[in-house]
T-cell receptor, first 113, second 115 residues
Framework: DTEVTQTPKHLVMGMTNKKSLKCEQH?????MYWYKQKAKKPPELMFV???????INESVPSRFSPECPNSSLLNLHLHALQPEDSALYLC????????????FGPGTRLTVT | DQQVKQNSPSLSVQEGRISILNCDYT??????FLWYKKYPAEGPTFLIS?????DKNEDGRFTVFLNKSAKHLSLHIVPSQPGDSAVYFC??????????????FGAGTTVTVRA
């Protein structure tokens, strides 16, 4: 199994809603990542988990809250988002800590209304 | 199946000289290419990008060249500085604004700039 899965594929939420994005991999990878990508822009790293511990937080607003319940799962909890947070949210994983090739999921396209 | 390949795992260059990093890809449908730079214990940071409709993009000391017929791109750093010592990742995007978006990274090239 060499796949990173993300659910949901699309999400529309209001600014007062609470929702979660989910990511799962069964490759035994020990590093997992959240990226945000706006249209026509490269992906921007948000968070990195290494061995289930948060190791990098790229100054992301607190309305985004990551969680790594176990080595295969990564969640991104969303609360009180703004319309400018609308973007494609990508999850990735890698065997080693950041330095090895990252496997990306298909992404969740989020629209905040 | 690895669609983006960086065949040189490492590169050593003298300070002030040019660093040339190479990247090959197999999918002719990629429509956007990026280079990321990564220092130890930090996440990768975006460096420079190029759309598939262009053949060159320049930003300061960094220039990316794209040869679509050869499915090859390269990153030139001139002049190389000690702070450029890092791992450089090539990445390619398929379906930039579609629901079939895919982003593929190469394995990375470790650049060491010697004083």
């Amino acid at each position: 199994d060499t796949e990173v899965t993300q659910t949901p594929k699309h999400l529309v939420m209001g600014m007062t809603n609470k929702k979660s994005l989910k990511c799962e991999q069964h490759m035994g990878h020990r590093a997992m990542y959240w990226y945000k990508q706006k249209a026509k822009k490269p992906p921007e790293l948000m968070f990195v988990y290494s061995y289930e511990k948060l190791s990098i937080n790229e100054s992301v607003p607190s309305r985004f809250s990551p969680e790594c319940p176990n080595s295969s799962l990564l969640n991104l909890h969303l609360h009180a988002l703004q319309p400018e947070d609308s973007a494609l949210y990508l999850c990735a994983s890698s065997q080693g800590y950041v330095s090895s090739e990252q496997y990306f999921g298909p992404g969740t396209r989020l629209t905040v209304t | 199946d690895q669609q983006v390949k960086q065949n040189s795992p490492s590169l050593s260059v003298q300070e002030g000289r040019i660093s040339i990093l190479n990247c090959d890809y197999t999918n002719s449908m990629f429509d956007y290419f990026l280079w990321y730079k990564k220092y130890p214990a930090e996440g990768p940071t975006f460096l420079i990008s190029i759309s598939s409709i262009k053949d060159k993009n320049e930003d300061g000391r960094f220039t990316v060249f794209l040869n679509k017929s050869a499915k090859h791109l390269s990153l030139h750093i001139v002049p190389s500085q000690p702070g450029d010592s890092a791992v450089y990742f090539c990445a390619a995007i398929l379906g930039l604004e579609s629901n079939d978006y895919k982003l593929s990274f190469g394995a990375g090239t470790t650049v060491t700039v010697r004083a």
